[in-house]
């Protein structure tokens, strides 16, 4: 794509990422993005381009706004630390203390940190995730408590791919003094305090021209070569526990009248917003998180080292080592994303977006296009790109 039109600025010293952002429509089959960066509590980085559809050719605009999948994650992690600072919970405490239900069917020992670190070993429901549960939250909830670990809570880790979001949400409901919702709370307590253009909960005046539909990949045969093999027989095995994590991940998508879903809550892969939003909202949190009132106690958890089961930091369900922590991911030698300290989470497709408080960063990168890689070669070239540009060693060769 040689005639690709690219919008927005990056600071002089930043033109590393702009080019890279530029290389990825020349060489790397992107269609439409934006990338936004916040280095010190300074935007130095906002950029789009591209096409926001493929079907019509409209372009990528300042405001357009796409489905993140599990980049959700990391809004949602937010809002929860937001809540622990104000005192509403803590992450070592029983969540059977905040929601007495909760503690049925064996659950009465797994604490707040394990829930949020995918510890508990409640990926699935034994009940499909249709809209007509997830919009009925009490009913919801009904079904949370009746839930059994698949194993002793604590010993192993399974990605929580669509549930977390369902337990973190009611867990809040239980503790907020307005008994809020996480889409509800993150709304007024982080995006319209900041003014951010993210929804947990889309609604339904937000039109279609502003959002970008996702395009699936053309060849997905090509996953047994960019991704690990045991994830990938995990993704084709319809009865695995990686399918059975994911049930539920199809609602935001929407229908024919509507580009994604309204008044829905999937707080765990259902987010629509803006790349700028998402690095606006992380570096806050990277940078003493003052404007939101955040403790340093709060944020010196979410910098801290992520917490391993008793068998390790291998996933039950993605088959890949992979460290969480408190909601977030967290790197480390197999996926080195940024400083040990940083917190994050990428979502299928390719997007990503994290607070590196070591550097000072709120990064994120969202495309329309999905990509078939663990880690998106589009992506990692704009983030080595931000590293390099800040004099900061590159994660991946420190």
């Not at 900041?194 to 502003?210: H, Q």
């Not at 944020?299 to 390790?312: D, K, S």
Request: include cysteine; proline fraction near 7%.
């Amino acid at each position: 794509m040689e005639d690709v039109t690219v919008r927005g600025y990056a600071k002089p010293e930043f033109e590393g990422v702009r080019e890279a952002f530029i290389e990825n429509f020349r060489r790397r089959r992107e269609l439409g993005a934006a990338c936004c960066i916040y280095y010190r509590g300074e935007k130095v980085v906002d950029l789009w381009g591209g096409v926001r559809n493929r079907a019509t050719g409209e372009p990528w605009e300042e405001d357009t706004m796409a489905l993140v999948f599990s980049s959700t994650k990391g809004m949602a992690g937010l809002a929860m630390a937001l809540a622990h600072s104000r005192g509403l919970y803590e992450y070592d405490e029983r969540v059977s203390t905040y929601w007495p239900e909760f503690a049925r069917a064996g659950k009465d020992r797994i604490t707040v940190r394990q829930l949020l670190s995918h510890q508990a070993g409640l990926f699935a429901l034994d009940e499909r995730p249709d809209r007509s549960l997830v919009a009925n939250l009490d009913r919801l909830a009904v079904v949370l408590a009746r839930q059994r670990p698949a194993w002793e809570p604590g010993t192993r880790q399974a990605y929580h791919g669509i549930t977390l979001g369902f337990y973190e949400s009611e867990l809040l409901r239980r503790v907020d003094p307005g008994h809020r919702s996480l889409g509800r709370f993150f709304q007024e307590e982080i995006a319209d305090t900041l003014g951010l253009d993210f929804y947990i909960r889309l609604p339904e005046e937000i039109p279609n021209s502003r959002l970008a539909p996702l395009e699936r990949p053309r060849n997905m045969a090509a996953m047994l070569f960019t991704m690990p093999l045991p994830l990938v027989l995990s993704a084709i095995n319809p009865r695995s526990r990686f399918r059975r994590c994911l049930e539920g991940s199809e609602l935001p998508e929407g229908d024919r009248e509507r580009i994604y879903a309204r008044n829905l809550e999937v707080p765990a892969g259902g987010g629509v917003g803006t790349a700028r939003a998402m690095a606006r909202a992380y570096s806050v949190f990277a940078t003493n998180g003052r404007e939101l009132g955040l403790r340093e106690e709060t944020l010196r958890r979410l910098m801290a080292p992520a917490v391993p089961p008793a068998h390790g930091f291998r996933d039950e369900c993605m088959k890949v080592e992979v460290r969480f922590s408190l909601g977030f991911m967290k790197p480390d030698h197999e996926n080195p994303f940024a400083h040990p300290t940083s917190f994050g989470a990428p979502g299928t497709g390719g997007s990503f977006g994290f607070a590196d408080p070591h550097a000072g960063i709120g990064y994120a990168y969202i495309p329309n296009q999905m990509g078939i890689h663990l880690e998106d070669p589009r992506e990692a070239a704009l983030r080595r790109a931000m590293y390099r540009s800040i004099g900061e060693p590159d994660p991946y060769h420190a």
